[in-house]
C-alpha cells in the first residue's frame, strides 16, 4: 500500500497548490498541469526506450478522457470550495469505482457497497447545504469528477492488468488533457505572474508523482481497495484549510465526517 500513500500525499499538496492558484483559471492550470506531465512522462519513456503509442490506444484514450473531465470537475471545485469541503467530495471516487468494477473490470461486489456508499453521498449531501446554490452548483460538479476518477481508477487498473508500462498510462491522460483542455483556457487566459509560475510547477510535479505511485498502486491491489486509501487526503485537506484560515462550518466536518467513515467501511469490507 506504500504507493497508495505516496499518491495521497502528493494528491493533498496538489489540491493546496491549486487552491493557492485561484487568481487562475481553473482550465489554465489544467492545461499547465498536463503540459508539465506529459513532458515528464514522455522523457521517461524515450530514456527508458519504451513505446509512446502503447498496446490499447482505446482504453488508454478512454483513461485519458475520464481523467480529464474528473481533473477539470475536481479543479474547478477546489476554486469555489474551502479545500477542505472540495477533497471530501472528489475522493468520493473510491465508492464509483468499488460499484463500477463489477463492469469493467469483472470484480465482484457484495450489497453492502450500497450501504458504505449511502453513508458517504449523505455526507456529500450535507457539504452541499441544499438551501445554497452557490454551494450546490461546485459540489454536483465535483461528484461529476468522482465520477470520472472512478471510471479511470478502473480503466488503469484494467491496463496494468493487460501489461501496460505505467508511464505509458500516464502519459496518456495529460496527452488527452492537454488537447481538449487547451480550447477552453485560451478562452480565458491570463498570463501567470511571479510565484505563480513555481505553483503551477508544483501541481505539475506533484501531480505527476501521484499519478505514477497510483498506477503502480492499482496494479498491485484491487481497485475499490486500493482506491481507498485515498481518504487519507481529505485529513490532509482539512489540515490545509484551517492553516489556511477558510471557514469551515459545523456541517462541513459533519459532512466529511459521514464521506470518511462510508469509504473506511468500504475498506473494511474489501480487506
Wanted: hydrophobic share 55%; with cysteine; charged share 15%.
Amino acid at each position: 500500500m506504500r504507493y497508495m500513500l505516496v499518491s495521497a500525499v502528493s494528491f493533498s499538496l496538489m489540491g493546496l497548490f491549486v487552491r493557492g492558484l485561484r487568481s487562475l483559471p481553473s482550465m489554465e492550470i489544467v492545461m499547465f498541469r498536463a503540459g508539465i506531465s506529459l513532458v515528464i512522462s514522455a522523457s521517461v519513456l524515450l530514456y527508458a526506450r519504451k513505446s509512446l503509442v502503447g498496446k490499447n490506444k482505446l482504453l488508454l484514450f478512454l483513461r485519458g478522457l475520464f481523467g480529464f473531465v474528473a481533473l477539470s470537475a475536481y479543479f474547478y471545485s477546489i476554486h469555489e470550495l474551502p479545500l477542505a469541503e472540495a477533497v471530501p467530495v472528489q475522493y468520493t471516487s473510491p465508492l464509483f469505482t468499488a460499484l463500477l468494477a463489477p463492469l469493467i473490470l469483472g470484480e465482484k461486489n457484495q450489497g453492502r457497497e450500497w450501504l458504505a456508499s449511502l453513508v458517504a453521498f449523505s455526507g456529500v449531501a450535507v457539504i452541499a447545504r441544499p438551501d445554497t446554490l452557490s454551494a450546490v452548483v461546485p459540489v454536483l460538479i465535483g461528484l461529476c469528477g468522482a465520477f470520472g476518477s472512478g471510471v479511470a481508477y478502473n480503466l488503469v487498473r484494467k491496463l496494468g492488468m493487460e501489461g501496460e508500462d505505467p508511464y505509458t498510462i500516464v502519459m496518456y491522460f495529460p496527452l488527452v488533457a492537454l488537447l481538449l483542455g487547451t480550447p477552453f483556457a485560451v478562452q480565458d487566459w491570463r498570463s501567470p505572474m511571479g510565484w505563480e509560475w513555481a505553483g503551477l510547477l508544483a501541481v505539475g510535479v506533484t501531480t505527476q508523482v501521484g499519478q505514477v505511485a497510483l498506477t503502480k498502486g492499482l496494479r498491485l491491489e484491487r481497485a475499490a481497495r486500493a482506491s481507498v486509501v485515498n481518504y487519507l487526503v481529505i485529513a490532509l485537506s482539512t489540515v490545509y484549510s484551517l492553516v489556511l484560515g477558510e471557514e469551515l462550518g459545523l456541517h462541513s466536518f459533519i459532512g466529511m465526517g459521514l464521506i470518511v467513515l462510508g469509504i473506511a467501511l468500504l475498506g473494511g469490507w474489501r480487506t
